[in-house]
């Protein structure tokens, strides 16, 4: 059963209150940076849970116990992703509404290719955990659904999506429609989990 919001909220803040300073120091040594991932502890963004994942959602439950991280849109919180910390490439949403981490920096590429006519450059992290290393400097596509593939096509043209060496051409076949953005590599660990 899918969590009004209300329920959803209060998930993540007793989640972010369950998480010990233990999770914090091992967070960091994953490569987390600090001060991100203390101001989304701060937000109550940031929690440990025990779950029961089922494909690609998963609910409270008892069989493992995994970090949660809040995925935002306009400020709201709209899902949670829960990830393994043995397995960086595994996540399950909560209410799959949330196809990414960093959805509002999306939302402010759209808004300036729309103000003018200038280039953007959109980072593309291949894990929540290069993500959160890269302190939230754009984006990690949690779910590459219709929708996110829509969202990133309507980037078209003036847009660059930043990847990973060796992930250009697998985003490039995914968005393979008209008018997509560039895609460029760079060496810092951003990629495409698909």
């Given at each position: 059963m899918t969590p009004s919001l209300a329920d959803l909220h209060t998930e993540m803040?007793?989640?972010?209150?369950?998480?010990?300073?233990?999770?914090?120091?091992?967070?960091?040594?994953?490569?987390?940076d600090r001060r991100f991932t203390a101001r989304l502890r701060g937000a109550g963004d940031l929690g440990v849970t025990a779950v029961d994942v089922e494909g690609s959602t998963w609910a409270p439950g008892t069989r493992e116990r995994r970090l949660l991280v809040g995925v935002r849109c306009n400020g709201d919180l709209i899902d949670m992703v829960a990830l393994s910390s043995t397995r960086r490439d595994e996540w399950a949403l909560r209410t799959g509404l949330g196809w990414a981490l960093g959805m509002d920096q999306i939302e402010r590429?759209?808004?300036?290719?729309?103000?003018?006519?200038?280039?953007?450059?959109?980072?593309?992290?291949?894990?929540?955990?290069d993500w959160m290393a890269a302190a939230g400097d754009g984006v990690c596509v949690l779910d590459w659904c219709?929708?996110?593939?829509?969202?990133?096509?309507?980037?078209?043209?003036?847009?660059?999506?930043?990847?990973?060496?060796?992930?250009?051409?697998?985003?490039?076949?995914l968005l393979v429609y008209g008018g997509l953005p560039r895609v460029s590599e760079r060496a810092d660990g951003m990629g495409i989990a698909a």
């Amino acid at each position: 059963m899918t969590p009004s919001l209300a329920d959803l909220h209060t998930e993540m803040l007793n989640a972010s209150a369950r998480m010990p300073y233990s999770a914090m120091r091992r967070l960091w040594s994953m490569g987390a940076d600090r001060r991100f991932t203390a101001r989304l502890r701060g937000a109550g963004d940031l929690g440990v849970t025990a779950v029961d994942v089922e494909g690609s959602t998963w609910a409270p439950g008892t069989r493992e116990r995994r970090l949660l991280v809040g995925v935002r849109c306009n400020g709201d919180l709209i899902d949670m992703v829960a990830l393994s910390s043995t397995r960086r490439d595994e996540w399950a949403l909560r209410t799959g509404l949330g196809w990414a981490l960093g959805m509002d920096q999306i939302e402010r590429a759209h808004a300036a290719l729309a103000s003018d006519h200038r280039h953007v450059k959109l980072r593309l992290h291949a894990t929540p955990f290069d993500w959160m290393a890269a302190a939230g400097d754009g984006v990690c596509v949690l779910d590459w659904c219709a929708a996110s593939l829509a969202e990133l096509r309507m980037l078209g043209g003036r847009a660059t999506l930043e990847v990973a060496p060796g992930a250009r051409e697998g985003l490039e076949n995914l968005l393979v429609y008209g008018g997509l953005p560039r895609v460029s590599e760079r060496a810092d660990g951003m990629g495409i989990a698909a």
